[in-house]
């Protein structure tokens, strides 16, 4: 019993993930490939970029990026060889033009909007602070409490 | 009162966008190839392998590329639409059996159908990676001039053929 629970302990041991495999073997060609493709998007899963994705369309892609890469492109070609297959969706940077306008100011839009209306509400709150004026009365019952307070502590 | 109004109005413009952001779906990703010569290709036939197809052959006719694999599930739900297609004859579909493996497709097509007249073998997805394809089934409608003038990702459905792709053929084949 105590042997097959240390042949049970031993399982572990044996047991490997598969590791990733070598994008390529060339470790310059490599670099590059892993540079690329963080940039460019899966279109199979959509949400993980093509270094990521272990889809079939990915591996593909990262194939050709290679040979493209072995055939000494630059990453503009690499990049515009793939915009004219896929379009701007395979960019996770988004190019600059008048469908992708909101795109790009809209969050700026939002945030000179936030600060406008800080600005604004600020300035209310500081109109509705009317000054109160202090009588003589109040003034001498204030000394009074706060000569109270010290003579306690 | 009057304090409500801006906040309301941000909020009905956000849940206009949102609705309009849950009506589109994301797998359509509108293709870059629409309005472009469809690519050149030369690869060899389904069930005659010393025989080849290229787009060329096409030339002067208006037809469908179907994009299709014995692995992929959104083609058999596809495909009795196909077979009523390819039984009216309004217009002839080619298959591109993409990343598939030989007997497994000549097994589908016998099982399921062909509809057909001959089909490309694509076997390491290079010729689908020219054409954008990132979801089987996809289809293509070239004209005459070898130029795509649409693209369906996706399953086609007998509605979508009625009401878009026919019309668009036979718009085509009057140019």
Known sequence: ?153 | MKRFLLPLVIFVVLVGFLAVGLTLNPREVPSPLVGKPAPAFLLPQLHEQDKTFSPSDMAGQVWLLNVWASWCGGCKEEHPVLMRMAKAGEVPIYGMDYKDRRDEALTWLRRHGNPYPLTAVDEAGRIGIDYGVYGVPETYVIDKQGVIRYKQIGPLDDELVAKTILPLVQELRNK
């Open chain 1, 1 to 153: 019993m105590r042997w097959f629970a240390f042949i049970l302990l031993l399982i572990p041991a044996m047991v490997q993930a598969e590791e990733a495999k070598p994008l390529a073997e060339n470790s310059v060609a490599e670099a590059r490939l892993k540079q690329l493709a963080v940039e460019l998007r899966c279109l199979v899963c959509q949400n993980q970029t093509l270094a990521d994705s272990n889809a079939p369309l990915a591996e593909d892609l990262r194939r050709e990026v290679r040979e493209m890469i072995a055939k000494n492109m630059s990453d503009q070609e690499i990049i515009d060889f793939l915009v004219q297959r896929y379009g701007d969706f395979v960019l996770y940077r988004p190019p600059w033009k008048a469908s992708t306008t909101l795109l790009w100011i809209g969050p700026f839009l939002l945030l000179i909007g936030g600060a406008i209306t800080l600005v604004m509400a600020l300035r209310r709150r500081g109109q509705g602070l009317a000054d109160a004026p202090v009588t003589d009365e109040e003034r001498r019952r204030v000394e009074q409490l706060l000569s109270q307070v010290e003579r306690r502590s």
